[in-house]
Protein backbone atom coordinates (compact mmCIF):
# COMPACT_ATOMS: atom_id res chain seq x y z
CA UNK A 1 0.00 0.00 0.00
CA UNK A 2 2.48 2.50 1.07
CA UNK A 3 4.76 1.35 -1.98
CA UNK A 4 1.70 2.43 -4.01
CA UNK A 5 1.35 5.74 -2.64
CA UNK A 6 5.08 6.02 -3.02
CA UNK A 7 4.82 5.59 -6.63
CA UNK A 8 1.99 7.55 -7.50
CA UNK A 9 3.11 10.84 -5.35
CA UNK A 10 6.63 10.07 -7.41
CA UNK A 11 4.75 10.20 -10.65
CA UNK A 12 2.86 13.18 -9.68
CA UNK A 13 6.28 14.74 -8.95
CA UNK A 14 7.36 14.49 -12.29
CA UNK A 15 4.42 15.24 -13.86
CA UNK A 16 4.87 18.96 -14.41
CA UNK A 17 8.46 17.90 -16.36
CA UNK A 18 6.84 15.29 -18.44
CA UNK A 19 4.52 17.89 -19.43
CA UNK A 20 6.59 20.84 -20.33
CA UNK A 21 8.51 17.53 -22.31
CA UNK A 22 5.97 16.89 -23.44
CA UNK A 23 4.95 20.15 -24.93
CA UNK A 24 8.75 21.38 -25.63
CA UNK A 25 9.67 18.13 -27.00
CA UNK A 26 7.40 15.84 -28.67
CA UNK A 27 5.33 18.22 -29.82
CA UNK A 28 7.81 19.81 -32.23
CA UNK A 29 9.06 16.82 -33.01
CA UNK A 30 5.56 15.43 -33.82
CA UNK A 31 4.78 18.70 -36.15
CA UNK A 32 8.47 18.16 -37.87
CA UNK A 33 7.54 14.99 -38.78
CA UNK A 34 3.94 16.30 -40.03
CA UNK A 35 5.73 18.76 -41.79
CA UNK A 36 7.96 16.54 -44.09
CA UNK A 37 4.57 14.72 -45.37
CA UNK A 38 2.76 17.82 -45.75
CA UNK A 39 4.66 20.53 -46.59
CA UNK A 40 4.43 21.76 -49.88
CA UNK A 41 1.48 19.41 -50.61
CA UNK A 42 0.35 15.75 -48.62
CA UNK A 43 2.03 12.81 -49.66
CA UNK A 44 5.66 11.38 -49.87
CA UNK A 45 7.41 13.91 -52.20
CA UNK A 46 9.66 15.21 -49.95
CA UNK A 47 10.87 11.50 -49.51
CA UNK A 48 11.55 10.26 -53.13
CA UNK A 49 12.88 14.10 -53.76
CA UNK A 50 15.73 11.95 -52.09
CA UNK A 51 16.02 9.38 -55.43
CA UNK A 52 15.77 12.11 -57.27
CA UNK A 53 17.53 15.04 -56.72
CA UNK A 54 21.61 14.48 -57.59
CA UNK A 55 21.99 17.45 -54.85
CA UNK A 56 20.34 16.04 -52.36
CA UNK A 57 22.61 12.41 -52.53
CA UNK A 58 25.31 14.56 -52.92
CA UNK A 59 24.29 16.06 -49.52
CA UNK A 60 24.28 13.00 -47.52
CA UNK A 61 26.94 11.32 -49.52
CA UNK A 62 29.48 14.28 -47.93
CA UNK A 63 27.97 14.31 -45.10
CA UNK A 64 28.03 10.22 -44.28
CA UNK A 65 32.00 10.53 -45.54
CA UNK A 66 32.83 13.60 -43.43
CA UNK A 67 31.28 12.09 -40.18
CA UNK A 68 32.80 8.15 -41.28
CA UNK A 69 36.28 9.70 -41.61
CA UNK A 70 36.00 12.63 -38.37
CA UNK A 71 34.99 8.99 -36.37
CA UNK A 72 38.45 6.68 -38.29
CA UNK A 73 40.43 9.79 -37.14
CA UNK A 74 39.11 10.83 -33.57
CA UNK A 75 38.91 7.04 -32.61
CA UNK A 76 42.35 6.01 -33.32
CA UNK A 77 43.51 9.40 -32.37
CA UNK A 78 41.54 8.94 -29.16
CA UNK A 79 42.72 5.41 -28.73
CA UNK A 80 46.35 6.57 -28.48
CA UNK A 81 45.54 9.31 -25.92
CA UNK A 82 43.75 7.18 -23.95
CA UNK A 83 46.19 4.58 -24.23
CA UNK A 84 49.39 6.82 -22.83
CA UNK A 85 46.62 8.42 -20.22
CA UNK A 86 46.11 4.59 -19.17
CA UNK A 87 49.63 3.99 -18.77
CA UNK A 88 51.04 7.35 -17.52
CA UNK A 89 51.53 7.79 -13.91
CA UNK A 90 48.67 8.92 -11.93
CA UNK A 91 49.86 12.19 -11.65
CA UNK A 92 50.68 12.68 -15.24
CA UNK A 93 47.49 11.22 -15.76
CA UNK A 94 45.77 13.74 -14.28
CA UNK A 95 47.29 16.61 -15.86
CA UNK A 96 46.20 14.98 -19.08
CA UNK A 97 42.58 14.73 -18.18
CA UNK A 98 42.87 18.49 -17.05
CA UNK A 99 44.17 19.46 -20.66
CA UNK A 100 41.64 17.03 -22.22
CA UNK A 101 38.68 18.58 -20.32
CA UNK A 102 39.72 22.30 -20.83
CA UNK A 103 39.76 21.71 -24.61
CA UNK A 104 36.12 20.16 -23.71
CA UNK A 105 34.79 23.01 -22.41
CA UNK A 106 35.67 25.56 -24.68
CA UNK A 107 32.82 27.00 -26.43
CA UNK A 108 32.81 24.95 -29.94
CA UNK A 109 32.77 28.50 -31.72
CA UNK A 110 36.06 29.51 -30.05
CA UNK A 111 37.86 26.60 -31.09
CA UNK A 112 36.23 27.00 -34.59
CA UNK A 113 37.76 30.51 -34.84
CA UNK A 114 40.91 29.44 -33.45
CA UNK A 115 41.49 26.93 -36.29
CA UNK A 116 41.10 29.40 -39.12
CA UNK A 117 43.44 32.05 -37.40
CA UNK A 118 46.10 28.78 -37.37
CA UNK A 119 45.13 27.44 -40.36
CA UNK A 120 43.55 30.53 -42.76
CA UNK A 121 44.95 32.01 -45.62
CA UNK A 122 47.22 34.15 -43.17
CA UNK A 123 47.22 32.39 -40.84
CA UNK A 124 49.93 30.89 -38.38
CA UNK A 125 50.93 28.02 -40.05
CA UNK A 126 50.69 29.74 -43.86
CA UNK A 127 52.70 32.65 -42.21
CA UNK A 128 55.40 30.47 -40.78
CA UNK A 129 55.97 27.92 -43.76
CA UNK A 130 56.22 30.53 -45.94
CA UNK A 131 58.75 33.02 -44.16
CA UNK A 132 60.58 29.57 -43.45
CA UNK A 133 60.55 29.74 -47.54
CA UNK A 134 59.06 26.35 -47.26
CA UNK A 135 56.37 27.35 -49.69
CA UNK A 136 55.72 30.24 -52.12
CA UNK A 137 51.95 30.17 -51.69
CA UNK A 138 49.52 29.77 -48.88
CA UNK A 139 48.22 26.00 -48.96
CA UNK A 140 44.30 25.52 -48.70
CA UNK A 141 43.84 24.14 -45.20
CA UNK A 142 40.68 25.56 -44.28
CA UNK A 143 37.47 26.27 -47.01
CA UNK A 144 37.63 22.62 -47.96
CA UNK A 145 36.58 19.31 -46.47
CA UNK A 146 40.05 19.09 -44.76
CA UNK A 147 39.49 22.12 -42.70
CA UNK A 148 36.46 20.85 -41.59
CA UNK A 149 38.01 17.45 -40.87
CA UNK A 150 40.84 18.99 -38.67
CA UNK A 151 38.06 21.15 -36.75
CA UNK A 152 35.52 18.11 -36.17
CA UNK A 153 38.42 15.63 -35.53
CA UNK A 154 39.65 18.38 -32.81
CA UNK A 155 36.26 18.37 -31.15
CA UNK A 156 35.13 15.19 -31.24
CA UNK A 157 38.53 13.63 -29.46
CA UNK A 158 37.80 14.06 -26.21
CA UNK A 159 34.14 12.15 -26.72
CA UNK A 160 36.15 9.46 -28.30
CA UNK A 161 38.91 9.39 -25.09
CA UNK A 162 36.39 9.06 -22.48
CA UNK A 163 34.32 5.87 -23.54
CA UNK A 164 37.69 4.24 -24.08
CA UNK A 165 39.78 5.29 -21.23
CA UNK A 166 36.72 4.00 -19.28
CA UNK A 167 37.60 0.44 -21.29
CA UNK A 168 41.43 0.14 -20.74
CA UNK A 169 41.13 1.43 -17.01
CA UNK A 170 38.83 -1.82 -16.56
CA UNK A 171 41.44 -4.03 -17.72
CA UNK A 172 43.21 -6.20 -15.24
CA UNK A 173 46.70 -5.58 -15.62
CA UNK A 174 47.11 -9.40 -14.18
CA UNK A 175 46.07 -10.25 -17.37
CA UNK A 176 48.30 -8.48 -19.62
CA UNK A 177 51.03 -9.85 -17.43
CA UNK A 178 49.25 -13.30 -17.71
CA UNK A 179 49.46 -12.91 -21.60
CA UNK A 180 53.53 -12.00 -21.18
CA UNK A 181 54.19 -15.18 -18.90
CA UNK A 182 52.64 -17.44 -21.17
CA UNK A 183 55.11 -16.78 -23.95
CA UNK A 184 52.86 -13.60 -26.16
CA UNK A 185 55.44 -10.81 -27.15
CA UNK A 186 54.43 -7.57 -26.32
CA UNK A 187 52.76 -6.71 -29.85
CA UNK A 188 50.91 -10.47 -29.28
CA UNK A 189 49.32 -9.30 -26.32
CA UNK A 190 48.36 -6.11 -27.52
CA UNK A 191 46.57 -7.30 -30.53
CA UNK A 192 45.27 -10.74 -28.88
CA UNK A 193 44.30 -9.25 -25.50
CA UNK A 194 44.43 -5.41 -25.14
CA UNK A 195 42.62 -4.96 -28.56
CA UNK A 196 39.57 -7.15 -27.83
CA UNK A 197 39.03 -6.13 -24.55
CA UNK A 198 38.83 -2.65 -25.34
CA UNK A 199 36.98 -3.47 -28.13
CA UNK A 200 33.29 -2.35 -26.46
CA UNK A 201 35.21 0.98 -25.91
CA UNK A 202 35.62 1.74 -29.61
CA UNK A 203 32.62 1.07 -30.43
CA UNK A 204 30.80 3.13 -27.83
CA UNK A 205 33.19 6.03 -28.84
CA UNK A 206 32.33 5.54 -32.75
CA UNK A 207 28.69 5.72 -32.34
CA UNK A 208 29.09 8.52 -30.00
CA UNK A 209 31.43 10.53 -32.13
CA UNK A 210 29.29 9.48 -35.41
CA UNK A 211 26.03 10.51 -33.99
CA UNK A 212 27.14 13.65 -32.70
CA UNK A 213 28.99 14.25 -35.93
CA UNK A 214 25.98 13.77 -37.72
CA UNK A 215 24.41 16.92 -36.31
CA UNK A 216 27.23 18.97 -36.54
CA UNK A 217 26.85 22.99 -37.76
CA UNK A 218 29.14 25.38 -36.78
CA UNK A 219 32.08 24.06 -37.78
CA UNK A 220 31.37 22.95 -41.41
CA UNK A 221 29.45 25.84 -41.62
CA UNK A 222 33.05 28.57 -40.83
CA UNK A 223 35.82 26.01 -41.67
CA UNK A 224 33.45 24.68 -44.81
CA UNK A 225 33.76 28.58 -45.98
CA UNK A 226 29.86 27.31 -47.45
CA UNK A 227 31.74 24.86 -50.12
CA UNK A 228 31.47 21.66 -47.79
CA UNK A 229 28.09 21.65 -47.39
CA UNK A 230 26.80 18.97 -44.45
CA UNK A 231 22.68 18.05 -43.77
CA UNK A 232 22.54 20.59 -40.51
CA UNK A 233 24.07 23.72 -42.76
CA UNK A 234 21.58 22.35 -45.18
CA UNK A 235 18.67 22.37 -43.07
CA UNK A 236 19.27 25.69 -41.67
CA UNK A 237 19.07 27.24 -45.31
CA UNK A 238 16.11 25.45 -46.23
CA UNK A 239 14.37 27.05 -43.18
CA UNK A 240 15.99 30.32 -42.86
CA UNK A 241 16.53 30.93 -46.62
CA UNK A 242 14.71 29.39 -49.44
CA UNK A 243 11.82 28.56 -46.94
CA UNK A 244 11.49 24.94 -48.16
CA UNK A 245 10.47 23.03 -44.48
CA UNK A 246 9.27 19.94 -46.24
CA UNK A 247 12.72 19.13 -47.22
CA UNK A 248 14.01 20.23 -44.34
CA UNK A 249 12.32 18.57 -41.92
CA UNK A 250 12.29 15.54 -44.03
CA UNK A 251 16.20 15.45 -43.86
CA UNK A 252 15.97 16.38 -39.97
CA UNK A 253 13.60 13.43 -40.01
CA UNK A 254 15.92 10.98 -41.92
CA UNK A 255 18.46 12.05 -38.94
CA UNK A 256 16.94 11.41 -36.33
CA UNK A 257 15.76 7.94 -37.59
CA UNK A 258 19.45 6.84 -38.35
CA UNK A 259 20.68 8.64 -34.85
CA UNK A 260 17.57 6.18 -33.28
CA UNK A 261 18.86 3.40 -35.13
CA UNK A 262 22.25 3.55 -34.08
CA UNK A 263 21.83 3.68 -30.85
CA UNK A 264 19.30 0.62 -31.23
CA UNK A 265 23.00 -0.81 -32.48
CA UNK A 266 24.74 0.25 -29.60
CA UNK A 267 22.83 -0.68 -27.06
CA UNK A 268 22.69 -4.30 -28.85
CA UNK A 269 26.71 -3.93 -27.68
CA UNK A 270 26.39 -2.46 -24.07
CA UNK A 271 24.41 -0.78 -21.65
CA UNK A 272 23.69 2.69 -23.18
CA UNK A 273 24.04 4.59 -19.70
CA UNK A 274 27.17 3.09 -19.29
CA UNK A 275 28.29 4.05 -22.74
CA UNK A 276 27.60 7.30 -22.39
CA UNK A 277 29.03 7.78 -19.10
CA UNK A 278 26.38 7.04 -16.34
CA UNK A 279 26.81 3.97 -14.48
CA UNK A 280 24.10 0.62 -13.86
CA UNK B 1 61.60 -38.59 -4.06
CA UNK B 2 60.03 -35.55 -5.98
CA UNK B 3 62.71 -33.15 -4.37
CA UNK B 4 65.49 -34.02 -6.83
CA UNK B 5 68.81 -32.54 -7.50
CA UNK B 6 71.02 -31.77 -10.10
CA UNK B 7 70.83 -32.29 -13.85
CA UNK B 8 67.74 -31.46 -16.02
CA UNK B 9 66.01 -28.03 -16.18
CA UNK B 10 63.92 -26.39 -13.63
CA UNK B 11 66.60 -25.87 -11.04
CA UNK B 12 66.71 -21.76 -9.57
CA UNK B 13 69.09 -20.43 -7.54
CA UNK B 14 68.86 -16.93 -5.81
CA UNK B 15 71.95 -14.84 -5.17
CA UNK B 16 71.42 -11.74 -2.70
CA UNK B 17 68.47 -11.17 -4.42
CA UNK B 18 67.34 -7.20 -3.40
CA UNK B 19 64.01 -5.43 -4.44
CA UNK B 20 63.63 -1.54 -3.52
CA UNK B 21 59.78 0.21 -3.93
CA UNK B 22 61.23 3.71 -3.65
CA UNK B 23 63.07 4.15 -0.37
CA UNK B 24 61.15 0.81 0.93
CA UNK B 25 63.06 -2.38 1.09
CA UNK B 26 60.89 -5.41 0.17
CA UNK B 27 62.76 -7.67 -0.96
CA UNK B 28 66.17 -7.43 1.33
CA UNK B 29 68.91 -9.97 -0.03
CA UNK B 30 67.48 -13.21 -0.12
CA UNK B 31 69.67 -16.38 -1.15
CA UNK B 32 67.84 -19.39 -1.86
CA UNK B 33 68.45 -22.49 -3.90
CA UNK B 34 64.96 -24.48 -5.28
CA UNK B 35 65.53 -27.83 -6.41
CA UNK B 36 64.18 -29.38 -9.32
CA UNK B 37 60.85 -30.66 -9.23
CA UNK B 38 60.47 -29.86 -5.52
CA UNK B 39 57.22 -28.41 -3.96
CA UNK B 40 58.67 -25.01 -2.16
CA UNK B 41 56.52 -22.76 -0.39
CA UNK B 42 57.05 -19.33 0.24
CA UNK B 43 55.11 -18.77 3.62
CA UNK B 44 55.19 -15.31 5.63
CA UNK B 45 52.49 -12.60 6.71
CA UNK B 46 51.01 -10.37 4.06
CA UNK B 47 53.16 -7.79 3.17
CA UNK B 48 56.54 -10.16 3.62
CA UNK B 49 57.56 -9.42 0.18
CA UNK B 50 56.03 -13.01 -1.34
CA UNK B 51 54.88 -11.84 -4.27
CA UNK B 52 57.36 -9.43 -5.02
CA UNK B 53 59.72 -12.14 -4.94
CA UNK B 54 57.17 -14.38 -7.00
CA UNK B 55 56.83 -11.74 -9.67
CA UNK B 56 61.15 -11.12 -9.86
CA UNK B 57 61.39 -14.60 -10.82
CA UNK B 58 58.73 -14.64 -13.03
CA UNK B 59 60.08 -11.67 -14.63
CA UNK B 60 57.48 -8.98 -14.13
CA UNK B 61 60.05 -6.93 -11.22
CA UNK B 62 63.05 -6.21 -12.09
CA UNK B 63 65.54 -7.19 -9.44
CA UNK B 64 66.84 -3.77 -7.82
CA UNK B 65 70.12 -6.15 -7.12
CA UNK B 66 71.26 -9.66 -7.29
CA UNK B 67 70.82 -12.66 -9.67
CA UNK B 68 68.80 -15.20 -10.60
CA UNK B 69 69.81 -18.15 -12.13
CA UNK B 70 67.72 -21.01 -14.07
CA UNK B 71 70.42 -23.96 -14.34
CA UNK B 72 73.26 -21.77 -14.24
CA UNK B 73 72.13 -19.44 -16.74
CA UNK B 74 71.19 -15.88 -15.37
CA UNK B 75 67.66 -14.69 -16.69
CA UNK B 76 67.65 -11.90 -13.85
CA UNK B 77 67.54 -9.61 -17.43
CA UNK B 78 65.17 -11.81 -19.76
CA UNK B 79 62.13 -10.85 -20.04
CA UNK B 80 58.63 -12.88 -18.77
CA UNK B 81 57.36 -14.65 -22.47
CA UNK B 82 61.69 -15.68 -22.33
CA UNK B 83 61.78 -17.57 -18.92
CA UNK B 84 59.26 -20.41 -19.82
CA UNK B 85 57.80 -20.24 -16.31
CA UNK B 86 54.08 -21.58 -16.16
CA UNK B 87 52.24 -19.10 -13.50
CA UNK B 88 48.75 -19.00 -11.52
CA UNK B 89 47.86 -15.48 -10.59
CA UNK B 90 46.18 -14.27 -7.43
CA UNK B 91 42.30 -14.11 -8.94
CA UNK B 92 43.73 -16.16 -11.68
CA UNK B 93 43.76 -13.50 -14.48
CA UNK B 94 41.88 -15.65 -16.97
CA UNK B 95 41.43 -13.93 -20.14
CA UNK B 96 37.43 -13.21 -19.86
CA UNK B 97 37.13 -12.76 -23.90
CA UNK B 98 37.96 -16.08 -24.76
CA UNK B 99 36.96 -19.45 -24.36
CA UNK B 100 38.16 -21.97 -21.58
CA UNK B 101 39.60 -23.81 -24.65
CA UNK B 102 41.42 -20.64 -26.00
CA UNK B 103 42.48 -19.55 -22.68
CA UNK B 104 44.43 -23.30 -22.31
CA UNK B 105 45.54 -23.11 -25.71
CA UNK B 106 47.18 -19.84 -25.85
CA UNK B 107 50.67 -20.66 -24.90
CA UNK B 108 51.32 -22.63 -27.72
CA UNK B 109 48.96 -20.49 -30.49
CA UNK B 110 51.28 -17.26 -29.65
CA UNK B 111 53.99 -20.25 -29.97
CA UNK B 112 52.62 -20.40 -33.37
CA UNK B 113 52.06 -24.16 -33.03
CA UNK B 114 49.73 -26.00 -35.69
CA UNK B 115 46.45 -25.97 -34.92
CA UNK B 116 45.81 -29.96 -34.68
CA UNK B 117 48.68 -29.87 -32.43
CA UNK B 118 46.62 -26.68 -30.09
CA UNK B 119 43.99 -28.70 -29.93
CA UNK B 120 45.32 -32.21 -29.04
CA UNK B 121 46.85 -30.61 -26.13
CA UNK B 122 44.02 -28.26 -25.16
CA UNK B 123 41.59 -31.40 -25.07
CA UNK B 124 44.89 -33.26 -22.87
CA UNK B 125 44.77 -30.00 -20.76
CA UNK B 126 40.98 -30.25 -20.15
CA UNK B 127 40.96 -33.85 -19.17
CA UNK B 128 44.08 -33.32 -16.58
CA UNK B 129 42.11 -30.44 -14.68
CA UNK B 130 38.70 -32.69 -15.16
CA UNK B 131 37.29 -29.86 -17.50
CA UNK B 132 35.83 -32.45 -20.38
CA UNK B 133 33.29 -30.88 -21.94
CA UNK B 134 33.58 -27.07 -20.85
CA UNK B 135 36.28 -25.90 -23.35
CA UNK B 136 33.24 -23.47 -25.14
CA UNK B 137 32.45 -21.52 -21.78
CA UNK B 138 33.71 -18.04 -21.04
CA UNK B 139 35.92 -17.89 -17.66
CA UNK B 140 32.52 -15.94 -16.23
CA UNK B 141 30.18 -19.11 -16.82
CA UNK B 142 32.48 -21.10 -14.84
CA UNK B 143 32.60 -21.58 -10.71
CA UNK B 144 35.56 -20.32 -8.59
CA UNK B 145 37.09 -23.96 -8.32
CA UNK B 146 36.86 -24.54 -12.37
CA UNK B 147 38.45 -21.21 -12.86
CA UNK B 148 40.98 -21.88 -10.75
CA UNK B 149 41.83 -25.23 -12.76
CA UNK B 150 41.33 -23.28 -15.98
CA UNK B 151 44.15 -21.13 -14.92
CA UNK B 152 46.35 -24.46 -14.05
CA UNK B 153 45.76 -26.26 -17.18
CA UNK B 154 46.08 -22.97 -18.87
CA UNK B 155 50.01 -22.36 -17.41
CA UNK B 156 50.74 -25.80 -17.40
CA UNK B 157 50.21 -26.15 -21.09
CA UNK B 158 53.44 -25.40 -22.96
CA UNK B 159 55.00 -28.30 -20.10
CA UNK B 160 57.27 -25.16 -18.27
CA UNK B 161 59.51 -26.78 -16.32
CA UNK B 162 58.68 -24.99 -13.48
CA UNK B 163 55.18 -23.08 -12.09
CA UNK B 164 54.83 -19.88 -9.96
CA UNK B 165 51.65 -19.96 -8.21
CA UNK B 166 50.29 -16.75 -6.03
CA UNK B 167 47.94 -17.94 -3.32
CA UNK B 168 45.69 -20.24 -6.25
CA UNK B 169 43.41 -21.18 -3.35
CA UNK B 170 42.76 -17.73 -1.43
CA UNK B 171 39.63 -17.45 -3.16
CA UNK B 172 38.31 -20.80 -2.48
CA UNK B 173 35.91 -21.81 0.17
CA UNK B 174 38.04 -24.13 2.95
CA UNK B 175 36.19 -27.82 1.74
CA UNK B 176 37.25 -26.62 -1.71
CA UNK B 177 40.71 -26.00 -1.16
CA UNK B 178 41.17 -28.91 0.97
CA UNK B 179 40.56 -30.91 -2.36
CA UNK B 180 41.94 -29.13 -4.88
CA UNK B 181 45.09 -28.92 -2.29
CA UNK B 182 45.37 -32.34 -3.10
CA UNK B 183 44.57 -32.81 -6.17
CA UNK B 184 47.72 -30.18 -6.87
CA UNK B 185 49.91 -32.13 -4.99
CA UNK B 186 48.92 -35.24 -6.93
CA UNK B 187 49.64 -33.36 -10.37
CA UNK B 188 52.68 -32.02 -8.88
CA UNK B 189 53.61 -35.80 -8.45
CA UNK B 190 52.70 -36.76 -11.68
CA UNK B 191 54.45 -33.85 -13.89
CA UNK B 192 57.33 -33.31 -12.12
CA UNK B 193 57.34 -29.99 -12.78
CA UNK B 194 59.59 -27.39 -9.83
CA UNK B 195 56.11 -25.37 -8.51
CA UNK B 196 56.99 -22.25 -6.22
CA UNK B 197 53.89 -21.87 -4.10
CA UNK B 198 52.96 -18.67 -2.35
CA UNK B 199 50.84 -18.58 0.54
CA UNK B 200 50.34 -17.28 3.73
CA UNK B 201 48.24 -20.53 5.09
CA UNK B 202 50.26 -22.65 7.43
CA UNK B 203 48.01 -25.56 7.24
CA UNK B 204 48.15 -25.41 3.86
CA UNK B 205 51.78 -24.79 3.46
CA UNK B 206 52.76 -27.51 5.97
CA UNK B 207 50.69 -30.27 4.07
CA UNK B 208 51.76 -29.78 0.58
CA UNK B 209 55.13 -28.78 0.46
CA UNK B 210 58.67 -30.50 0.47
CA UNK B 211 60.41 -27.57 1.79
CA UNK B 212 59.27 -24.17 3.07
CA UNK B 213 60.63 -21.23 3.12
CA UNK B 214 59.54 -18.96 6.31
CA UNK B 215 59.97 -14.89 5.05
CA UNK B 216 59.54 -12.14 7.61
CA UNK B 217 60.09 -8.28 6.16
CA UNK B 218 61.99 -8.86 2.62
CA UNK B 219 64.03 -11.52 4.30
CA UNK B 220 64.34 -15.30 4.51
CA UNK B 221 63.45 -16.46 7.84
CA UNK B 222 64.22 -20.30 8.21
CA UNK B 223 64.19 -22.73 5.21
CA UNK B 224 63.83 -26.85 6.00
CA UNK B 225 61.09 -29.06 5.30
CA UNK B 226 57.48 -28.89 7.23
CA UNK B 227 58.46 -31.25 9.93
CA UNK B 228 62.06 -29.74 10.49
CA UNK B 229 60.87 -26.37 10.51
CA UNK B 230 57.95 -27.65 12.91
CA UNK B 231 59.92 -29.95 15.15
CA UNK B 232 63.49 -27.23 15.19
CA UNK B 233 62.30 -24.04 14.88
CA UNK B 234 65.40 -22.06 15.22
CA UNK B 235 63.57 -18.11 16.00
CA UNK B 236 60.49 -17.45 18.03
CA UNK B 237 58.86 -15.59 14.52
CA UNK B 238 59.21 -19.09 13.03
CA UNK B 239 58.09 -21.21 15.90
CA UNK B 240 54.94 -19.30 16.22
CA UNK B 241 54.13 -18.61 12.71
CA UNK B 242 54.20 -22.23 11.70
CA UNK B 243 52.27 -23.76 14.05
CA UNK B 244 51.53 -22.70 17.82
CA UNK B 245 54.41 -22.13 20.64
CA UNK B 246 55.01 -21.34 23.96
CA UNK B 247 58.03 -19.91 25.11
CA UNK B 248 59.73 -20.70 28.02
CA UNK B 249 62.89 -17.67 29.41
CA UNK B 250 65.36 -18.73 31.39
CA UNK B 251 68.99 -17.27 31.90
CA UNK B 252 68.39 -15.20 28.84
CA UNK B 253 67.84 -17.96 26.91
CA UNK B 254 64.43 -19.12 24.69
CA UNK B 255 63.08 -22.37 24.40
CA UNK B 256 59.84 -23.39 22.20
CA UNK B 257 57.84 -26.00 23.36
CA UNK B 258 54.72 -26.57 21.27
CA UNK B 259 51.05 -27.17 23.26
CA UNK B 260 50.68 -30.72 21.82
CA UNK B 261 53.96 -31.72 23.99
CA UNK B 262 52.74 -30.93 26.90
CA UNK B 263 51.48 -33.56 29.76
CA UNK B 264 48.96 -32.07 31.75
CA UNK B 265 48.03 -33.64 35.35
CA UNK B 266 45.83 -32.68 38.22
CA UNK B 267 47.67 -31.75 41.45
CA UNK B 268 47.33 -33.84 44.60
CA UNK B 269 47.30 -31.81 47.55
CA UNK B 270 50.16 -29.71 48.06
CA UNK B 271 52.57 -31.46 45.41
CA UNK B 272 52.36 -31.14 41.97
CA UNK B 273 54.10 -32.89 39.47
CA UNK B 274 56.09 -32.12 37.06
CA UNK B 275 58.35 -28.71 35.82
CA UNK B 276 55.76 -26.30 36.24
CA UNK B 277 52.68 -25.68 38.09
CA UNK B 278 49.72 -23.42 37.70
CA UNK B 279 46.11 -23.06 37.56
CA UNK B 280 43.67 -23.62 34.70
CA UNK B 281 42.84 -20.41 33.00
CA UNK B 282 40.19 -20.99 30.57
CA UNK B 283 39.23 -24.13 28.12
CA UNK B 284 38.03 -24.07 24.26
CA UNK B 285 37.04 -27.50 22.46
CA UNK B 286 37.96 -28.24 19.25
CA UNK B 287 36.19 -31.38 18.27
CA UNK B 288 39.60 -33.79 18.54
CA UNK B 289 41.69 -31.45 21.07
CA UNK B 290 41.03 -29.28 24.07
CA UNK B 291 42.98 -26.34 24.53
CA UNK B 292 43.55 -25.38 27.87
CA UNK B 293 45.20 -21.77 29.13
CA UNK B 294 47.32 -22.70 32.04
CA UNK B 295 48.33 -19.77 34.42
CA UNK B 296 52.15 -20.55 35.89
CA UNK B 297 53.91 -18.62 37.98
CA UNK B 298 57.81 -17.99 36.68
CA UNK B 299 56.44 -18.66 32.56
CA UNK B 300 52.89 -16.87 32.79
CA UNK B 301 50.46 -18.17 30.26
CA UNK B 302 50.98 -21.28 28.45
CA UNK B 303 49.25 -23.10 26.33
CA UNK B 304 48.29 -26.92 26.54
CA UNK B 305 46.59 -29.14 23.93
CA UNK B 306 45.44 -32.53 25.38
CA UNK B 307 43.64 -34.96 23.04
CA UNK B 308 39.73 -35.14 24.01
CA UNK B 309 39.94 -38.50 23.40
CA UNK B 310 42.30 -38.99 26.42
CA UNK B 311 41.45 -38.33 30.00
CA UNK B 312 37.78 -38.35 31.65
CA UNK B 313 36.18 -34.70 30.46
CA UNK B 314 37.43 -31.51 30.49
CA UNK B 315 38.89 -29.90 33.36
CA UNK B 316 37.17 -26.88 35.35
CA UNK B 317 38.52 -23.39 34.89
CA UNK B 318 40.33 -23.09 38.60
CA UNK B 319 41.72 -26.39 38.48
CA UNK B 320 45.35 -27.08 40.18
CA UNK B 321 47.62 -28.37 37.42
CA UNK B 322 51.03 -29.81 36.91
CA UNK B 323 52.55 -29.34 33.16
CA UNK B 324 55.79 -32.09 32.26
CA UNK B 325 57.35 -32.76 29.23
CA UNK B 326 60.31 -34.32 27.98
CA UNK B 327 63.90 -33.11 27.24
CA UNK B 328 63.58 -33.09 23.79
CA UNK B 329 60.44 -31.47 23.61
CA UNK B 330 61.58 -28.00 24.47
CA UNK B 331 63.76 -26.36 21.59
CA UNK B 332 66.17 -23.91 22.42
CA UNK B 333 66.27 -20.84 20.14
CA UNK B 334 69.01 -19.74 18.42
CA UNK B 335 70.78 -22.49 17.83
N1 LIG C 1 54.36 -1.51 -6.53
C1 LIG C 1 54.69 -1.30 -5.25
N2 LIG C 1 55.11 -0.08 -4.84
C2 LIG C 1 55.47 0.15 -3.56
N3 LIG C 1 55.44 -0.79 -2.59
C3 LIG C 1 55.04 -2.02 -2.93
C4 LIG C 1 54.64 -2.34 -4.27
N4 LIG C 1 54.30 -3.65 -4.31
C5 LIG C 1 54.45 -4.10 -3.06
N5 LIG C 1 54.90 -3.14 -2.23
C6 LIG C 1 55.23 -3.30 -0.81
O1 LIG C 1 56.19 -4.31 -0.69
C7 LIG C 1 55.90 -5.14 0.43
C8 LIG C 1 55.81 -6.58 0.01
O2 LIG C 1 54.68 -6.74 -0.83
P1 LIG C 1 54.25 -8.15 -1.38
O3 LIG C 1 53.10 -7.91 -2.29
O4 LIG C 1 55.43 -8.83 -1.93
O5 LIG C 1 53.75 -8.87 -0.06
P2 LIG C 1 53.12 -10.33 0.10
O6 LIG C 1 54.05 -11.07 1.00
O7 LIG C 1 52.83 -10.92 -1.21
O8 LIG C 1 51.78 -10.00 0.90
P3 LIG C 1 50.33 -10.66 0.76
O9 LIG C 1 50.37 -11.92 1.57
O10 LIG C 1 49.46 -9.64 1.40
O11 LIG C 1 50.03 -10.89 -0.69
C9 LIG C 1 54.61 -4.60 1.03
O12 LIG C 1 54.94 -3.85 2.18
C10 LIG C 1 54.02 -3.75 -0.03
O13 LIG C 1 53.35 -2.66 0.52
MG1 LIG D 1 50.92 -11.40 -2.30
Known amino acids: MAALTLRTSGWLLVLPLLGLVVVMFAGPLF ?7 TDPGPGLSNYTALAERESLRRLLWVTLRICALTTLFSVVLGYCIAYAMTHAGEGARQKMLLLLLISFWISVLVRTFAWIMILGRNGLLNNGLMSAGLISAP ?6 ELGVLIGMVHYMIPYAVLPLLGA ?18 PAQTFWRIWLPLTKPGVIAASLLVFILSLGFYVTPAILGGGKVL ?14 KWG ?34 | MAAGTGSGPGGISIRALVKHYGTFEAVAGIDLEIRRGEFLTLLGPSGSGKTTLLMMIAGFQDATSGDIRLDDRSIVAM ?40 AARVAEMLELAQLQGMGARLPAQLSGGQQQRVALARALAFSPPVLLLDEPLGALDRKLRIEVQEQLKELHRRLGTTFIYVTHDQEEALSMSDRIVIMRAGRVEQVGTPEEL ?30 EKIDLSVATGQATGGRLSGRILSMAYFGSVLKYQVETAEQGQIEVDVDAWRGGGALPVGTAVGLDWSEQAAVLLGS
Do not use: C
Open chain 1, 31 to 37: NIFWLSF
Open chain 1, 139 to 144: LPFVRN
Open chain 1, 168 to 185: MRAIDGRVMAASRNLGAS
Open chain 1, 230 to 243: MVAEYISVQVLITL
Open chain 1, 247 to 280: TAAMLAVLILVSVLALLALMSRFMKLSAALGGRA
Open chain 2, 79 to 118: PPEKRNFGMVFQGYALFPHMTVADNIGYALSVRGRPRAEI
Open chain 2, 230 to 259: YSRPRTEFAASFLGKSNFLRRDGKVWALRP
